[in-house]
């Protein structure tokens, strides 16, 4: 579904994507981790081309998603992104951020769209809280309130760039649980995420990244019992210090 | 002063209407309303294009906006009020010569504050927005200028009465606004200075003061939510 091919980003003289080269399968749950500043975001980002590449093709289901000249906002709205700082939009109610892109994009009528989102709603946990502003929510429901707006597009892929990070740790499980029951019926998603526990419950896949570059892709098992990379070998222990989040 | 009232308050209000063209106090409501009206939305279109990450459409605007900010109103009335004509070819009233002033004049200030709205907008907000599949234009009308706006509400409203206030420079090019015709009144009756301007400046604060007054009950009620 997605094919990187010898992908590099520069910012300024920084190589935050170092000749990338991988591919997704639909249906694929991919999670990637590393430590902060090896790449994992400006992976995922660059899927949807909130970030630009220097060199190398993305390719999502056979088309060049860097082209110019390709229908940015036809091709975006075919992938749910949902963001570390949710990025709800504060004046509009929770219902109003579920329908506006269904309906403003998709063409959707305002009772299609007010149907579709209180079901997604629902299926997050919240359908008492259309009503709400996103500033009367707490910071996990907001995620969810999120997660229930990209999926009103009924994206094909779903992308994920940190997004329990800037939850308080109570509220880390709720959001996950909503993307583990996405994982188990068959959604293709990419999540980038600290949260190995998750990683190694709902993964197909897990990408291991550091400086630019993939350097472990292995199952779960594989990722947390036998990881080859030396870098790999540290980060696992590094979490497994006293005073890391446990694995 | 009774007398002063009795004699003139229909000149105040509304000038030599309807024996002649409509003046006074509606005069100026008028031509704020229609600077007002005008330069608001010239101020976002503008306030778009300063923060467009197109060169072509910032810069020219850019230009403006130092030239305006760096010139007096005067000099922009008195401009407008020999060039206007040169290049149409056709006399213009004094009306929207003033008009024309104003609106250039505040669309450029506008601009700054409708800018400065833009970018006090996360930038998580427009790029979620485009994330979502909006267009630019969809994002901007339906996400980034509704919140810009209403943050820019305190700044938008000093431009607003700042702009009723210069109004009263269409006296140097003779539109027969308030200010106008309180000189006119003064003339005629000469011995009363004080209560004809006294008049003139209350008239302008109970303008200015209702206006603030209204925008902060919008602000109060937008911020409810």
């Known amino acids: 579904m997605i094919e990187f091919r010898n992908v590099s980003k520069f910012y300024g003289s920084f190589r935050a994507l170092h000749d990338v080269t991988e591919t997704i399968a639909r249906g694929e749950v991919v999670v990637v981790c590393g430590p902060s500043g090896s790449g994992k975001s400006t992976l995922i980002r660059t899927i949807n081309r909130l970030e630009p590449i220097d060199s190398g093709q993305i390719l999502l289901n056979g088309e060049d998603v860097h082209r110019p000249g390709l229908d940015v906002d036809r091709f975006r709205s075919g992938i749910g992104f949902v963001f570390q700082q949710f990025n709800l939009f504060p004046h509009l109610s929770v219902l109003e951020n579920c329908t506006l892109a269904p309906v403003k994009v998709r063409g959707l009528s305002e009772a299609e769209a007010r149907e579709r989102a209180l079901a997604l709603l629902e299926r997050v946990g919240l359908s008492g809280k259309a009503q709400s502003y996103p500033a009367q929510l707490s910071g996990g429901q907001q995620q969810r309130v999120a997660i229930a707006r990209a999926l009103a597009m009924e994206p094909p892929l779903m992308l994920f760039d940190e997004p329990t990070s800037a939850l308080d740790p109570e509220m880390v499980s709720e959001v996950l649980l909503v993307i583990r029951d996405l994982a188990h019926k068959g959604q293709t998603l990419v999540c980038v995420t600290h949260e190995m526990g998750f990683a190694r419950e709902v993964a197909d896949r897990i990408f291991f990244m550091d400086e630019g570059r993939i350097l472990e892709r292995a199952t779960p098992e594989d990722f947390f019992e036998r990881p080859q990379h030396p870098r790999a070998q540290q980060f696992l222990s590094d979490l497994r210090s006293p005073f890391a989040r446990s694995v | ?225």
């Open chain 2, 1 to 225: 002063m009774i007398d002063l009232i009795k004699n003139y308050w229909v000149y105040f209000l509304i000038g030599q209407y309807p024996d002649g063209p409509l003046g006074g106090l509606a005069l100026t409501i008028l031509l704020g309303i229609a600077a007002l009206g005008l330069a608001l939305p010239l101020g976002v279109v503008l306030g778009l294009a300063r923060t467009s990450s197109h060169r072509a459409l910032r810069w020219p605007v850019t230009a403006l906006v130092y030239v305006v900010r760096g010139t007096p109103l005067l000099m922009v009335i008195f401009w407008a009020y020999f060039f206007l004509p040169a290049v149409t070819g056709r006399q213009t009233s004094q009306f929207n010569t003033m008009l024309a002033a104003l609106v250039l004049f505040n669309g450029a200030y506008l601009a700054e504050i409708v800018r400065a709205g833009i970018q006090g907008i996360p930038r998580g907000q427009s790029e979620c927005a485009r994330a979502l599949g909006l267009s630019y234009w969809q994002s901007m009308r339906a996400v980034i200028l509704p919140q810009a706006l209403r943050n820019m509400l305190p700044s938008l409203v000093a431009q607003f009465v700042t702009t009723l206030k210069e109004t009263s420079l269409g006296y140097i090019i003779g539109l027969s606004e308030v200010s106008f015709i309180a000189g006119q009144i003064n003339a005629q009756v000469l011995t009363q200075p004080v209560a004809v301007y006294t008049t003139l400046a209350l008239t302008y604060f109970v303008l200015c003061f209702g206006l603030s007054r209204i925008v902060g009950v919008l602000e109060k009620r937008a911020a409810v939510r």
